[in-house]
């Protein structure tokens, strides 16, 4: 069995296939290449014993497009990490791939160094998920981090975004500690793209909707204000507001 990382390229152009596979193996890649994208789906499943450690899916696939492919893929419960690739560049594009499970969008045409750091970024992020716990319970809420999938407290489940789980991961692993909106930032959505200034408050209102008894009066998820954000398991056993003052008197960020 091969040490070296494994990646699946699903593309129909053979002109760039050939491009980024002659790169991939030049940076230590394994590639395995599929054509179209049931072609794609019968390599991604039958590599059970070796799975890829990334994917690289194009968009406009003969037989079946990427985007289903990747949906059809999560819904087998499989997490790897999948990079789109697509001439479809608009906005509306890249959050159904997002929706759809990728974990990033490079529109084409792209340079190839941007490519190729990309996909080392995603194999380090990969490496760091795959170290930590995967799994984290409190007050009733269970977060799976291999699923992608959060357990409410009535029992029901919710899928959750790369930049949600990024974010829960961070600030479970920073429990009771304040964490810095730049760090956030740094941490979930990386370098590749710009958050308004809104994003990651946005983010942390739909986590608090999913998480949370009251989200208007959160018990675990504060916001510090003027710094960041911090993480309380458990809510203050006394009942009322677990915020410290500085919290309450700022308000929700």
Request: charged residues 35%; contains cysteine.
């Amino acid at each position: 069995m091969s040490d070296r990382p494994k990646l699946l390229l699903v593309e129909d152009e053979p002109a760039l296939a050939n491009v980024l596979i002659d790169n991939l193996e030049a940076e230590g890649f394994e590639v395995r290449w599929a054509r179209d994208g049931l072609e794609g789906e019968r390599d991604w499943i039958g590599a059970a014993s070796e799975p890829p450690d990334l994917v690289v899916l194009d968009v406009m696939l003969p037989k079946q497009d990427g985007f289903t492919l990747c949906e059809r893929m999560r819904e087998r419960g499989d997490d790897t990490p999948v990079l789109f690739l697509s001439a479809r560049g608009q906005v509306e594009d890249r959050v159904r791939g997002l929706r759809a499970g990728g974990d990033d969008y490079l529109g084409k045409p792209f340079h190839l160094p941007e490519f190729l750091l990309r996909v080392q970024a995603m194999l380090r992020r990969r490496g760091r998920a795959e170290a930590a716990v995967s799994r984290y319970a409190f007050a009733g809420v269970v977060i799976d981090f291999r699923s992608w999938t959060l357990q409410t407290r009535d029992g029901g489940r919710e899928a959750l975004s790369e930049r949600e789980l990024g974010l829960l991961r961070l600030l479970t692993e920073r429990a009771g500690a304040v964490v810095p909106r730049d760090d956030i930032l740094d941490r979930v959505w990386g370098d590749d793209v710009f958050p308004s200034s809104r994003a990651l408050d946005d983010l942390m209102a739909r986590l608090r909707r999913l998480l949370e008894r009251d989200p208007e009066r959160p018990e675990h998820l504060h916001a510090v204000r003027g710094l960041g954000y911090r993480f309380t398991p458990e809510p203050d056993p006394r009942g009322g507001d677990s915020r410290p003052p500085e919290e309450r008197e700022g308000g929700n960020m």
